[in-house]
Every structure is written in structure tokens, then in C-alpha cells.
């Protein structure tokens, strides 16, 4: 007996391309105007890049797909955040230098590697005394 042949499989040639679709099809890309760049600028202090996408309308990777095609895009964000950091990080230092401890240990935390680590040492001194000194040191 033999196996039943299998039909041919067809093979659809692609649809006529209409309109002003172009060679790849589909949507043209996004692009952020002048005043849109300085949005992204003046709100990179405030919004993570997925935040700004819903803000400006679009999805997380086609914001990261503009910041490709538009290096504007990419450098205003980046000097926003840095603006921001730069404002916030000179007002916490300002803070440490006039007592606010928080302040201090939170900016030495973050900018020095300053740790929380107790390391408790006993000792005994020769008329029995217990001496026990607990210590946080920085790595």
C-alpha cells in the first residue's frame, strides 16, 4: 500500500504594496520635534524612560528606538537626569555640611562606600573586667 501524496503546498506571493508605505512597510518611524527633545530634557529629572514613552505616546522601545535614530533625544535625557542629580546631590551635601547627620551618613553611604557592618569585640583586662566595644567601621 502506498502512503497518500500530500497536497502542494501554495505559495502566496505578497500583496501590492498601496499608498505611501515605502520600501519596508508598515508605520513611519517616530520622530521627537524641538519642543518634544526639551520636554524629554526638562522631565528626565522626574520619569524612568518608560514613564516618559506612556507620556509621550508610544511604546517603551520605539522611545528607545527614537533615542537611536535621534541622538538629541538621548543626550537630553541624559543631561536632564544629570541636572536633577547634580541639583538634589548639592542640596544633600549643603545638608551635611551645616549637622544633618542623616544627611552626612545617608551622602557618605552613597558617595563613599561607607557600609554598616557591627563588629563587636570582647575582651577580658587582667582584674576581670569584661570590656565589650561595638564598632561600625567603613569598607
Avoid at 500500500?1 to 518611524?29: D, E, I, L, N, S
Avoid at 547634580?86 to 544627611?103: C, E, H, I, M, Y
Amino acid at each position: 500500500m502506498t502512503k497518500p501524496k500530500k497536497p502542494a503546498v501554495k505559495v502566496k506571493k505578497p500583496a501590492a504594496k498601496k499608498g505611501k508605505q515605502g520600501a519596508g512597510g508598515g508605520r513611519p518611524p517616530a520622530v521627537l520635534d524641538e519642543q518634544e527633545v526639551a520636554r524629554v530634557e526638562g522631565l528626565a529629572a522626574v520619569l524612568t524612560k518608560r514613564q516618559l514613552s506612556d507620556y509621550f505616546g508610544v511604546s517603551e522601545n520605539t522611545f528607545r528606538e527614537i533615542e537611536k535614530r535621534q541622538p538629541e533625544v538621548s543626550a537630553a535625557y541624559k543631561k536632564g537626569k544629570g541636572k536633577a542629580i547634580a541639583s538634589v546631590g548639592g542640596n544633600l551635601l549643603k545638608q551635611a555640611r551645616k549637622g544633618n547627620v542623616t544627611a552626612a551618613i545617608f551622602y557618605l553611604k552613597t558617595q563613599a562606600g561607607w557600609k554598616e557592618s557591627d563588629q563587636t569585640v570582647v575582651s577580658t583586662t587582667s582584674d576581670n573586667i569584661i570590656q565589650v566595644v561595638r564598632a561600625t567601621k567603613p569598607h
